[in-house]
Each structure stands twice: as structure tokens, then as C-alpha cells.
């Protein structure tokens, strides 16, 4: 199975600050890596697929990058609607693995 | 609108089983991928299964693997997990999914149907 490291498990942040996510892989899974944000009681939501795609109707402050094994996320100009758990996932192969998941709170 | 209802979720002994199912709308179900993951309370995401159109190809994750069986019917468009000997840990919210990691290029979730085991 490829392990899926993300850091920070959590971090505090101010409205209209930048933040960025990372997510590790155990081991090369090329572009295959979405980004996915959760709110409490609700499914996750697609935000970036294939590493640095932005789903549509998504916000372009929301960004990806990486390939590999490296990857980032990034929030450009924190909103208040953005304060939720985002994670990393591959699909690189089965079986498709989570990263442990980034809260984004209110500093 | 793709619509994703999963229900068969409760409260159920260890050593039970439960029959998830999930009724799909809104898109021709038959020509997708379907998935269920599950979320323990407090927790990631957790893959649990894949099946293709037309049921040629099926995975599951380890922790599943051997207990859980994914199938569908088309014509009911409709996905289910039989969920055997259960265990205290496969207690979370249960979702069914279209992933885009199945290269269709969309992404639907489900509302989640709970699963609790315990006696």
C-alpha cells in the first residue's frame, strides 16, 4: 500500500493569509494525487485532480503542484468559507490511499 | 443532478453482518466505476472498494478484504457492500462514491449511511 504523510495535521491561520499543505508519498505515483476538502457532517469535495487541475466551479485561490512523490496545496487569501479539513489522496494504484488530513482553523 | 442515497446503515453486534446499498441517479450508472468509503469518527477518508462498469474488475483494501463483497445491478442502479463479521473497528460513516481517481472525470459522494458495531 503507498503511505500518504500530509503536514501539518493542523494549523491556525488569519483571513487573507496563505497556506500551504504537503503531502508525501512512500512512493512514486507520478500526477496521481487529488487534493479534497471536508466540513464537519458533509462528504468531501474534489478541489485539485491530477496534482494541479482545478475542478471546476473551484476557486482559483485553491492551487496544487508536485509530481512524484512531493506535492503541495495551497490556499491564496484564506476565507472564511476555507476553515475545514483538507486531504491528499492517491490513485496512483489500488489500494487508494487518504492522507491523516490538514485542519485549517481560525487563528 | 447525480444524486448518490446510501441506506442499510445501524447498529449491529460484532460478528454481524450488514447489506449497505446505494441508489444512484441522475447519470447512466451503468458506464461507471463505483467505490464506498468509510469514515471512522475523527478520521480520514478510507477506501474500501472499487468495482468497474459491468463488474469486470474489483479490488478492496486489506482491511476489508475477505469480509466486505462489492456488487452492483445496473438495471436496479443500484451499488451494495455486504459487510461480514464485523468488527468494533469497521464502525464509521459509510459513503458511496464516483471518484475521479477512476479517470470519468467527476466527483459524487454520497450523504454517508452510519455503520456502529457493538455489542
Known amino acids: 500500500d503507498i503511505q500518504m504523510t500530509q503536514s501539518p495535521s493542523s494549523l491556525s491561520a488569519s483571513l487573507g493569509d496563505r497556506v500551504t499543505i504537503t503531502c508525501q508519498a512512500y512512493?512514486?505515483?507520478?500526477?496521481?494525487l487529488n487534493w479534497y476538502q471536508q466540513k464537519p457532517g458533509k462528504a468531501p469535495k474534489l478541489l485539485i485532480y491530477?496534482?494541479?487541475n482545478l475542478e471546476t466551479g473551484v476557486p482559483s485561490r485553491f492551487s496544487g503542484s508536485g509530481s512524484g512523490t512531493y506535492f503541495t496545496f495551497t490556499i491564496n487569501s484564506l476565507q472564511p468559507a476555507d476553515f475545514a479539513t483538507y486531504y491528499c489522496q492517491q490513485y496512483d494504484s489500488f489500494p487508494w490511499t487518504f492522507g491523516q488530513g490538514t485542519k485549517v482553523e481560525i487563528k | 443532478e447525480v444524486q448518490l442515497v446510501e441506506s442499510g446503515g445501524g447498529l449491529v453486534q460484532p460478528g454481524g453482518s450488514l447489506r449497505l446499498a446505494c441508489a444512484a441517479s441522475g447519470f447512466t450508472f451503468s458506464s461507471y466505476s463505483m467505490n464506498w468509503v468509510r469514515q471512522a469518527p475523527g478520521k480520514g477518508p478510507e477506501w474500501l472498494s472499487y468495482i468497474s462498469h459491468r463488474s469486470r474488475t474489483i479490488y478492496y483494501g486489506d482491511s476489508v478484504k475477505g469480509r466486505f463483497t462489492i456488487s452492483r445491478d445496473d438495471a436496479k442502479k443500484s451499488l451494495y457492500l455486504q459487510m461480514n463479521s464485523l468488527r468494533a473497528e469497521d464502525t464509521a460513516m459509510y459513503y458511496c462514491?464516483?471518484?475521479?481517481?477512476?479517470?470519468?472525470?467527476?466527483?459524487?459522494w454520497g450523504q454517508g449511511t452510519p455503520v456502529t458495531v457493538s455489542s
Open positions: 462514491a464516483l471518484l475521479a481517481a477512476a479517470g470519468h472525470g467527476v466527483d459524487y
Open positions: 491530477g496534482a494541479s
Open positions: 512512493q512514486d505515483i507520478s500526477s496521481s
